[in-house]
């Protein structure tokens, strides 16, 4: 469906998902002269990249449109939405050279896009690429619209300026290529020339005198206006409004000769005439060297100084021919051709109509209306990070996942939302000991629990930091800002801290408890208290320490030690040395009851 509105147009319509290619991509016309490249960049710079995406005021422009359909339209793809759409051509603010364009971009969603009405089939990676064929007429205005995952359309406007050829000696040029470029494409001109350097003719000057006026070219003459200018001549209307106005004149031969070239002060009577300009008083001396004071013309050129329809110059050259170059920068000095031609390249004066948005959201709402639907029959979240049960030491929690529909949903009734595909990555304060949340978008939920379990100042980072954070909350070891991992326990330290592991009812009894214990008299105290020794096969288990042979007296209790997996592998036991704290824990931790009491707890 395209809308035509005098000189612009709107295309509006639909892209589907689909997997089948497209077929061959026809790439979009451009002009080969890079002259006319350097105009374009300089009437449309392009927006920067980071730039924000400036909004249509739709609402204003289309006032009858129901609240329900006033989606968000932009000139731009908003940033959000930058990481998944792509909209390769057009450009905004394209300027194009031949009566084609191509719409091609990418919606790495895979959802829905619109264009024209029409279904078109993305590859399966996206992509999308549709030729459209301009109509008659300098600007039009293209509606792109893609849909994110909530079933939702983004429209994106494009406006289009079409230019015709360009002569072929427009290089010649260089100051004046814009303003030579905008004439030739505007109603004052019927025939482009080939080449700037041709002269014009008493026809092309009728023919610009009459849009000037702003006359309406649909006048069908009967009769010849001279015998040279008959009635289905091309500028004949234009000539017989131009000398019934006594702006040019016929020749004593009774003919118009339309074909006959322009003089520069011709122009110059003539367009004084035409725009009825007063005459200026004479005066004694002009600065032009080949105008005397007695020329004939004098005060139209006087005229045409003060209203700047001509420049100032040592010389006026009156009865040159005029060129085509020539006549458009006298031309284009003239007020009611410069506002024509700033028409020609304000794009940002096209305006959509409120019937146009409602057949757009005609033909797209039923689809992204069952699409909606199905959305909601996929709802659910997906949480990459954290799994329930987590276990944190900082006071920071790293929240990634998916949810379908993407839009908004909610933690612990907090709303949120997510990216365009449903991803989302947060970062929130949890507190001390157990955090539930509980995630929800529509119907669906899903709840969580983390643990932010403090350890000690002096075991960031240490390798005994979970262990120690876990003991820490189930109060086996002390609640005190440094842990002293280092320190070497005696034998009555080694005995409480079996009682708390091992949740004993009285306090132990052990002879010397203010020993410090040595690595196999630690093994042999945790041994005995949990009662290991009767069930480990002592005799069936071969150590591989060096220092520790099977005479040695500790040798049953580090053996049991080693089956119940309360130490490991090693070429070195070093049984005289003192243990350590840490290493102590350690070895608690890895007892069977505490084992099961940490699994029943941190899942």
């Known amino acids: 469906m395209i809308i035509q509105y005098k000189s612009s147009f709107v295309l509006l319509g639909i892209v589907l998902?689909?997997?089948?290619?497209?077929?061959?991509?026809?790439?979009?016309?451009?002009p080969s002269d890079s002259i006319l490249q350097q105009t374009i960049k300089?009437?449309?710079?392009?927006?920067?990249?980071n730039s924000e995406a400036p909004t249509v005021n739709i609402q204003e422009n289309c006032k009858n449109i129901e609240k329900s359909q006033q989606d968000l339209f932009y000139e731009t793809i908003p940033e959000q939405y930058q990481s998944f759409f792509e909209l390769d051509t057009p450009q905004p603010n394209s300027v194009l050279y031949k009566n084609e364009i191509i719409i091609k971009g990418k919606?790495?969603?895979?959802?829905?896009?619109?264009v024209n009405g029409k279904p078109v089939t993305l590859t399966q990676d996206g992509k999308f690429a549709i030729k459209e064929i301009l109509p008659s007429g300098n600007r039009h205005l293209f509606i792109i619209s893609f849909t994110n995952q909530e079933a939702k359309p983004i429209h994106i406007i494009r406006k289009i300026l079409r230019l015709n050829s360009s002569p072929n000696d427009l290089s010649n040029f260089?100051?004046?290529?814009?303003?030579?470029?905008?004439?030739?494409?505007?109603?004052?001109?019927e025939h482009p020339p080939v080449n700037l350097s041709e002269t014009i003719t008493r026809a092309e000057l009728a023919y610009f005198i009459y849009s000037l006026k702003n006359t309406a070219f649909n006048e069908k003459l009967t009769q010849p206006v001279y015998s040279d200018v008959p009635a289905d001549f091309w500028a004949a209307p234009a000539i017989q409004y131009a000398t019934q106005e006594g702006i040019l004149t016929e020749y004593p031969d009774g003919k118009f000769h339309p074909n006959?070239?322009?003089?520069?002060?011709?122009?110059?009577i003539a367009i004084i005439r035409a725009l009825q300009i007063k005459l200026s008083q004479p005066v004694n001396k002009l600065p032009f060297q080949d105008i005397n004071d007695a020329y004939w013309t004098l005060r139209y050129i006087k005229t045409a100084l003060d209203s700047q329809l001509i420049p100032a110059g040592k010389v006026f050259y009156p009865e040159k021919d005029l060129t085509y170059s020539e006549f458009i920068l006298l031309a284009i000095r003239i007020p009611q051709v410069k506002s024509e031609l700033e028409k020609i390249s304000a794009l940002g004066n096209i305006k959509c109509q409120s019937t146009d948005i409602v057949k757009i959201n005609q033909q797209i709402l039923p689809i992204l209306n069952e699409t909606k639907k199905l959305l909601i029959n996929q709802q659910g979240i997906e949480l990459v990070t954290p799994a329930n049960q987590t276990i944190i030491y900082t006071p920071q929690l790293q929240i990634e996942g998916k949810i379908t529909p993407p839009g908004n949903f909610a933690i612990?009734?907090?709303?949120?939302?997510?990216?365009?595909?449903?991803?989302?990555?947060?970062?929130?304060?949890?507190q001390s000991q157990i955090n539930t949340f509980t995630f929800s978008v529509l119907d669906t939920s899903k709840t969580i629990s983390v643990y932010y379990l403090n350890s000690y100042k002096d075991t960031k980072g240490h390798w005994l930091e979970p262990i120690l954070a876990k003991a820490k909350y189930l109060q086996f070891i002390e609640n005190a800002p440094n842990f002293n991992p280092k320190h070497t326990p005696t034998k009555a330290e080694i005995a409480h801290y079996i009682s708390t592991f091992l949740e004993l009812p009285s306090a132990i009894q052990i002879e010397n408890p203010d020993k410090v214990a040595s690595k196999i008299e630690a093994i042999t105290i945790i041994v005995k208290l949990s009662n290991l020794i009767e069930t480990t096969p002592t005799t069936s288990v071969k150590l591989a320490y060096r220092d520790l042979p099977s005479t040695h007296w500790g040798?049953?209790?580090?053996?049991?030690?080693?089956?119940?997996?309360l130490i490991s592998d090693a070429k070195r036991f070093s049984p005289n040395k003192p243990i350590t704290k840490a290493e102590l824990i350690a070895i608690l931790s890895k007892l069977p009851t505490v084992q099961a009491k940490f699994n029943s707890i941190f899942k």
Request: charged share 15%; aromatic share 16%.
């Open 17 to 30: 998902i689909g997997t089948s290619c497209f077929g061959s991509v026809v790439q979009p016309d451009t």
């Open 42 to 49: 300089e009437s449309f710079p392009n927006p920067t990249a």
């Open 107 to 114: 919606n790495k969603l895979l959802t829905s896009v619109f």
């Open 174 to 189: 260089p100051q004046e290529r814009k303003e030579i470029i905008y004439f030739l494409n505007s109603a004052f001109i």
């Open 260 to 268: 006959k070239t322009v003089k520069k002060l011709e122009y110059l």
């Open 412 to 430: 612990n009734g907090q709303s949120f939302q997510s990216e365009p595909d449903g991803h989302f990555n947060l970062t929130l304060e949890v």
């Open 555 to 565: 040798y049953p209790y580090a053996a049991a030690a080693y089956y119940q997996h």
